[in-house]
Nanobody, 129 residues
Framework: QVQLVESGGGLVQAGGSLRLSCAASGRAFSRYNMGWFRQAPGKEREFVAAISWSGTSAYYTDSVKGRFTISRDNAKNTVYLQMNSLKPEDTAVYYC??????????????????????WGKGTLVTVSS
């Protein structure tokens, strides 16, 4: 079992920044590729970014490229999402997920997060205009 807890969400003005964290406990964190997903009100869950277990490979959805950066610290069992130049359309509940089989590219292609092994409960990000 892996337990995931997201933090760092909040209210920010458009153009601002936030850093989300996802702390993992339980089985070996470094075995898992990690992804960030989001779900806006009334919309389906969508892929945001993913990072490989080693941290050497990352993948982003087009709408966040150049603005968001995913990273991880395996010594701290934590994955991060640095979000800059935030837009109102980034408003959503952000979830982190862990998977031991899907590549970071597969997470992006699947998009919905289906098949992920573990999920956190999410953290709300609200971007005001």
């Amino acid at each position: 079992q892996v337990q995931l807890v997201e933090s760092g969400g909040g209210l920010v003005q458009a153009g601002g920044s936030l850093r989300l964290s996802c702390a993992a406990s339980g089985r070996a964190f470094s075995r898992y590729n990690m992804g960030w997903f989001r779900q806006a009100p009334g919309k389906e869950r969508e892929f945001v970014a993913a990072i490989s277990w080693s941290g050497t490979s990352a993948y982003y959805t087009d709408s966040v490229k150049g603005r968001f950066t995913i990273s991880r610290d395996n010594a701290k069992n934590t994955v991060y999402l640095q979000m800059n130049s935030l837009k109102p359309e980034d408003t959503a509940v952000y979830y982190c997920g862990a998977d031991s089989h899907q590549s970071v590219q597969a997470m992006g292609v699947i998009g919905s997060g289906n098949g992920m092994d573990y999920w956190g409960k999410g953290t709300l990000v609200t971007v005001s205009s």
